[in-house]
């Protein structure tokens, strides 16, 4: 069974910090690109970041860039996203996904909020 499992969500005021976990099973995951793409509320999908499946090139929507950093960790199956100097627009459901858009995890809420 194909699982994406992410974790790391919460409330955290602005200016904080949080790491999301995305951990996969099921697949081939050290051969796909992987992706975050958030929701904000009331808003459609909006993508964040790829990792390429080495690991080695990463691009970030401009609204992040210098904020937040996404790795992976080959031995693990696992994909984080380090978010520094969160924003309140930064708040929303995250979601981990394989670049394709083939699969998706169940998402982790961020609020922002002071």
């Known amino acids: 069974e194909v699982q994406l499992v992410e974790s790391g969500g919460g409330l955290v005021q602005p200016g904080g910090s949080l790491r999301l976990s995305c951990t996969a099973s099921g697949f081939a995951f050290s051969t796909y690109d992987m992706t975050w793409v958030r929701r904000a509320p009331g808003k459609g999908l909006e993508w964040v970041s790829l990792i390429s499946s080495g690991g080695s090139t990463a691009y970030y929507t401009d609204s992040v860039k210098g904020r937040f950093t996404i790795s992976r960790d080959k031995a693990k199956n696992t994909m984080y996203l380090q978010m520094n100097s969160l924003k309140i627009e930064d708040s929303g459901v995250y979601y981990c996904?394989?670049?394709?858009?083939?699969?998706w995890g169940q998402g982790t809420q961020v609020n922002v909020s002071s």
């Open positions: 996904t394989t670049s394709n858009a083939t699969y």
